[in-house]
Structures are given as structure tokens and as C-alpha cells.
């Protein structure tokens, strides 16, 4: 059985075993692996190993099996989170306009906020529309990581977090640490208190929030599922959208070829097909 382990690493790491994570990541989280990812797995894995104080792969595999609490640890150490404040920032300019033309929006959905600088983006948006903190707007902030929404949840961030953040919000929407939080900034407690964080699977058949939405951030999440994953997701998301409420993508996403889901209305933005046949507005 060939070994994949990456020369020098102390642990077997054989095919079977890549096999094997790819299988359960995709069965516990609709994630399809790339054959590319030998080495990523790896080294994220053999931290689980460590922590468990396992003999290696195999025994970390049956561990994972028997052991219904630690599939959530697996996603975790395998799942990507990369995200900006204003990450795309055409996406909140579509954010501006739609509030503006659509006075009574209730809901938005943050479907992948990772450690939280996307919701909070979004939180800053609907705060400067309105004026205030109080809003009557919901903002869910959900991943299906755990440990990335707990660091959300802080709001706490390396100062560098926030450098391409403009002054004048820096001054509105952070406070910046003293002593031992010194090189760090905190969401000021008003915006934190805009988000309500969930942990959501996007395969389960169920989803624990409140429903319609108005505007769904899903960026560059769906890459990680095949096409029938991504077509059974969008099919359930666009179920939870108002008449004409977004969906707006990742710049590595292209929908068009579900053209009876979405159809698109600007860069990476769509509004679902429902039977209408009055025109879209483009954003």
C-alpha cells in the first residue's frame, strides 16, 4: 500500500487512509476532496492524532468511527476558512442598493462567516442605512465549523485584520486593545449584538433558522460539493428566499449552469426562479 506521508513525517499515511477521510468528509459534510489534498490532510489530522494521543491513522480512523463526538473536530480540522472584512466589496455595494429600494427587508443570512469578518461586514452596512444599531433587520451568521464561529463570536481580531477597513468605520465599529490585548481590536459590542450565530450543516435536510430571507451571502462555499450537492443546496436555499430576495456568490462561482435554480442579476448576485416572468432588477 503506497505511503503519502510527506518525507520525514512520523506517522503512515497510506492511500487507504486518504481514501477513507475523503469518503467520511463527504458523508458527514457533502465535502468532496480534491486528490491534491493528501498532504493537507495530513498535516491537519496528525494534530487530531497528537491531541488524542493515538498510534496513528488507523487508530484514528476507528477512533472517528466509534465516536459520534469527534466527527464535528474532523470537519473542522478539514474545512477552509479564508475571509477579509469587505472581502468583494461589490457585494456590498449590492447590499446598499438593495436596502435602499427594498424598505422592509427583515432577514439576512451569512450561510459560510467563518471567524465572523463577513457577517460583521454585513452588520456594518445595514447599521450605516439605518443609522443605529437597532435595526429591525435579523442577521444569521452561521458555518459548519464550530471553532471558527466561537472566534466570531469574540469579535476579538489581530489589528492587520482590519487595515484595508476605511477610518472612518475603524472609529465607528472597533475598539482597539490596551496592555496584553495590545496589537488587537474588538467588534464594539452594538455590532456584535446585530449577529445571532448558529452552527448549520448546508447538506442537512433541515436548517434552524427563521425563514423567509431576504439576501443570502453563500461566497465560495460551493466549490467544495459536487454538482448534485450544490444543485440539492441551492434547490433547498432558494426555497427560504422572498419574491425577490439575492443570492449572492463568490467570485470563484459561476451558477449558470442552473439556470432552473438562479438566474443571475449582476457580477456573482441571482434572484431564484420562482415562475415569474416580470423583469429582474440588475445589481
Same mark, same amino acid.
Given at each position: 500500500? $503506497? @505511503? ?5 513525517? #512520523? ?23 480534491? @486528490? $491534491?489534498?493528501?498532504?493537507?490532510? /495530513?498535516?491537519?489530522?496528525?494534530? +487530531? ?5 493515538? $498510534?496513528?491513522?488507523?487508530? &484514528? ?55 465572523? #469578518?463577513?457577517?460583521? $461586514? ?34 476579538? &481580531?489581530?489589528?492587520? +485584520? ?5 477610518? #472612518? ?34 447538506? @442537512? ?64 448576485? /441571482? ?11 440588475? &445589481?
Amino acid at each position: 500500500m $503506497s @505511503d503519502l506521508r510527506p518525507l520525514g513525517k #512520523e506517522y503512515v499515511f497510506t492511500l487507504a487512509h486518504f481514501k477513507a477521510v475523503k469518503t467520511l468528509l463527504y458523508q458527514f459534510a457533502g465535502i468532496k476532496l480534491a @486528490d $491534491s489534498k493528501d498532504a493537507m490532510v /495530513y498535516s491537519r489530522l496528525v494534530r +487530531r492524532i497528537r491531541a488524542l494521543k493515538l $498510534s496513528g491513522f488507523t487508530a &484514528y480512523l476507528e477512533y472517528l468511527q466509534a465516536n459520534e463526538c469527534e466527527h464535528q473536530e474532523f470537519i473542522n480540522a478539514l474545512t477552509t476558512n479564508q475571509t477579509a472584512f469587505f472581502r468583494e466589496p461589490h457585494h456590498f455595494e449590492v447590499l446598499k442598493r438593495y436596502l435602499q429600494t427594498h424598505p422592509h427587508t427583515k432577514r439576512i443570512w451569512c450561510a459560510a462567516s467563518s471567524t465572523g #469578518e463577513e457577517p460583521y $461586514s454585513i452588520a456594518m452596512v445595514v447599521a450605516e442605512h439605518f443609522g443605529r444599531f437597532n435595526t429591525p433587520i435579523e442577521i444569521i451568521a452561521s458555518d459548519i465549523d464550530s471553532a471558527v464561529l466561537k472566534k466570531a463570536q469574540t469579535g476579538i &481580531y489581530p489589528i492587520e +485584520r482590519i487595515e484595508t477597513v476605511s477610518d #472612518e468605520r475603524k472609529t465607528l465599529f472597533f475598539q482597539r486593545g490596551k496592555g496584553a490585548k495590545l496589537g488587537q481590536v474588538r467588534v464594539i459590542p452594538e455590532l456584535k449584538q446585530m449577529l445571532q450565530f448558529t452552527r448549520i450543516n448546508l447538506v @442537512d435536510s433541515f436548517w434552524s433558522i427563521k425563514t423567509p430571507v431576504d439576501i443570502i451571502f453563500c461566497r465560495n462555499v460551493m466549490i467544495y460539493f459536487d454538482k448534485a450537492t450544490q444543485e440539492a443546496i441551492l434547490k433547498h436555499m432558494v426555497l427560504s428566499l422572498t419574491e425577490e430576495g439575492l443570492y449572492i456568490a463568490g467570485h470563484s462561482e459561476n451558477f449558470n449552469m442552473f439556470p432552473q435554480i438562479l438566474t443571475p442579476v449582476g457580477q456573482t448576485t /441571482y434572484q431564484a426562479v420562482k415562475g415569474k416572468t416580470s423583469a429582474k432588477t440588475e &445589481y
